[in-house]
């Protein structure tokens, strides 16, 4: 089975100041990584993913993420927050071969303050 | 691209009712969608896992007759909550697999549950 912790339940930061959100996960075999932002009374929207190739992945909204094998982590980043980034941030795997299904991080709250 | 509708997006309605949510894959053909239930300052739990065509797998613990699903067309998936008491108060979410290699699950915004 696979597991993932996200280390911070909350995180806060001022604007413009880097971010970084951590993100651990555990599996027997191979696996897709992604994160997901969800604003409040909203689904979630995908940041960016790793499937294989470059460990440095670029997203959406200036984020960026890297995959460590060796320490089986996916840490979350960006340099220069805004206020309009404060939202739930959900990492999430999924098998490479099975059915798609993602388990998901506890969630990390982000709150940029002014 | 890559649209799902979610609907209805909040509904309150007396315990005992019958709440039907819509999940729809507006721009591409979803063979596979997901069901998720989302409780406050949580996360996301996989409920179930519905297939164009089939019968949808469920977790485990979740109660097939409580929550029930169709996925009749390539578009379109459907969460009927039977019996809805206060406890079935949650989030629920879905979620659309574009058919092809790799590609990444498309959620929708939620539906909010209220029993009464």
């Known amino acids: 089975a696979q597991s993932v912790t996200q280390l911070d339940s909350q995180v806060p930061v001022f604007e413009e100041a880097p971010v970084e959100l951590r993100c651990n996960y555990s599996?027997?075999?191979?696996?897709?990584l992604f994160w997901y932002v969800q604003y409040p009374n909203q689904g979630l929207q995908l940041l960016l993913k790793y499937l294989s190739g470059s460990t440095l992945v670029k997203g959406i909204n200036g984020f960026e993420a890297e995959f460590n094998k060796s320490q089986t982590s996916f840490h979350l980043r960006k340099p220069s927050v805004h206020i309009s980034d404060t939202a739930e941030y959900f990492c999430?795997?999924?098998?490479?071969?099975?059915?798609?299904?993602?388990?998901f991080g506890q969630g990390t709250r982000l709150t940029i303050n002014p | 691209g890559a649209v799902v509708s979610q609907h209805p997006s909040w509904v309150i309605c007396k315990s005992g009712t019958s709440v039907k949510i819509e999940c729809r894959s507006l721009d591409f053909q979803a063979t596979t969608m997901f069901w998720y239930r989302q409780f406050p300052k949580q996360s996301l739990m996989l409920m179930a896992t519905s297939n164009e065509g089939s019968k949808a797998t469920y977790e485990q613990g979740v109660e097939k007759d409580k929550f029930l699903i169709n996925h009749a067309s390539l578009t379109l998936s459907t969460l009927t909550v039977t019996s809805a008491h206060p406890e079935d108060s949650s989030f629920y979410i879905c979620?659309?697999?574009?058919?092809?290699?790799?590609?990444?699950?498309?959620f929708g915004d939620g539906t909010r549950l209220s029993i009464l």
């Open positions: 599996s027997s075999v191979s696996v897709y």
């Open positions: 999430a795997v999924s098998v490479i071969q099975g059915a798609q299904k993602l388990v």
């Open positions: 979620s659309a697999l574009r058919t092809g290699r790799n590609q990444p699950q498309h």
